[in-house]
Antibody
Framework: QLQLQESGPGLVKPSETLSLTCNVS??????????WGWIRQPPGKGLELIGT???????YYNPSLKSRVTISVDTPKNQFSLRVSSVTAADTAVYYC????????????WGKGTAVTVSS | EIVVTQSPATLSLSPGERATLSCRAS???????LAWYQQKPGQAPRLLIH???SRATGIPDRFSGSGSGTDFTLTISRLETEDFALYYC?????????FGQGTKLEIK
């Protein structure tokens, strides 16, 4: 059964770069049938799709975040990663790694999520 | 950007009752690319419905989705205790792929 697990610092200082990794188990990130993605949820608020990546490195980014976001894939480690630069308090959120269904942009597999706070 | 609006914000019902949740898009959602998710406190969302009306794997048949164009509905035919949660809809037809703000289904 496919499982996703986020990891990374829970506290990031303003203006620095937030970095998270998602470990994929029970399946291969090299699958030609799926993207991999990141979604975030600020405290008490709704969901926002950050972006997705294909194992070949092809990416999609939410236009509102595109200038600050990088998603990358490490196929030997079966992981993919998220970097958000120049963070502010508005980037405080629970970050979920996800697997979209086939080549659609809805998510059928989710990690448990990791909380990231931006504060000095 | 397609703005997705859910109503009501909060719905108070009793177990055994029927729940009807609404999701309205600011533009027509191509091919009815509309999904519904359930989220319980401290948990990740769970996919319920995709393609406006197709139940995801393992979702009980008391959950059903309907609608097309700009108006969509999630119906829970007979509420069970575990159904009281937050529900989100998402359009995945047009970038950016946007979510509604959620409907909280609470026990009356």
């Amino acid at each position: 059964q496919l499982q996703l697990q986020e990891s990374g610092p829970g506290l990031v200082k303003p203006s620095e770069t937030l970095s998270l990794t998602c470990n994929v188990s029970g399946g291969s990130i090299n699958s030609s049938n799926y993207f991999w993605g990141w979604i975030r949820q600020p405290p008490g608020k709704g969901l926002e799709l950050i972006g997705t990546i294909y194992f070949s490195g092809i990416t999609y980014y939410n236009p509102s975040l595109k200038s600050r976001v990088t998603i990358s894939v490490d196929t030997p480690k079966n992981q993919f990663s998220l970097r958000v630069s120049s963070v502010t308090a508005a980037d405080t959120a629970v970050y979920y790694c996800t697997r979209p269904f086939r080549f659609y942009y809805f998510m059928d597999v989710w990690g448990k999520g990791t909380a990231v706070t931006v504060s000095s | 950007e397609i703005v997705v609006t859910q109503s009501p914000a909060t719905l108070s019902l009793s177990p055994g009752e029927r729940a009807t949740l609404s999701c309205r898009a600011s533009q027509s959602v191509r091919s009815n690319y509309l999904a519904w998710y359930q989220q319980k406190p401290g948990q990740a969302p769970r996919l319920l419905i995709h393609g406006a009306s197709s139940r995801a794997t393992g979702i009980p048949d008391r959950f059903s989705g309907s609608g097309s164009g700009t108006d969509f509905t999630l119906t829970i035919s007979r509420l069970e205790t575990e159904d009281f949660a937050l529900y989100y809809c998402q359009q995945y037809a047009t970038s950016p792929y946007t979510f509604g703000q959620g409907t909280k289904l609470e026990i009356k």
